[in-house]
């Protein structure tokens, strides 16, 4: 499985506003310019984040954006779901109406694949992934780093 553009991006766009969390609001431009994305697609991700209530957006102009909640708070695999939809590797596994879900060999693997996928994700936080960035650009580079395209 892959994870498209959108929810690649979205981790990025996540990580600059879990970076300023204590800061207050973060604007879009301000983070398109850190992650090196466009501001119209930005757009595009942001809305689905702020629908769902994980981002909380402010008018005006000292408007942005900000966490609703702790980044601790928010998993990198609630986020990917988010944007992505389930990681299941395979539909079946997710929506067992196939006729042969009772004989099928594979439909084990895809499972022990779909499980181990969201041990990782569902186990590191936005502070997670905020903490390891800070170690890796301790002189507080932009966001972006090695994270860019």
Do not use: F
Not at 58 to 83: D, F, H, M, S, W
Request: proline share 5%.
């Amino acid at each position: 499985m892959k994870i498209s553009t959108k929810g690649r991006y979205g981790i990025r766009l996540m990580l600059s506003l879990a970076l300023h969390y204590e800061k207050g609001t973060l604007a879009l431009k301000s983070i398109a310019k850190e992650q090196d994305i466009s501001e119209k697609y930005l757009e595009q991700i942001i809305n689905p984040l702020t629908k769902s209530g994980l981002v909380k957006s402010y008018r005006g102009a000292q408007g942005g954006y900000i966490l609703t909640r702790n980044p601790k708070e928010i998993t990198i695999g609630e986020v990917l779901r988010l944007l992505e939809g389930s990681l299941s590797p395979v539909d079946c596994v997710d929506n067992p109406m196939c006729p042969n879900s009772d004989t099928c060999v594979s439909l084990s693997v895809w499972k022990k694949m779909k499980e181990a996928l969201d041990g990782v994700v569902d186990n590191i936080s936005l502070a997670d992934l905020a903490e390891e960035y800070k170690e890796k650009h301790p002189e507080g580079e932009p966001a972006g780093g090695c994270m860019k395209k």
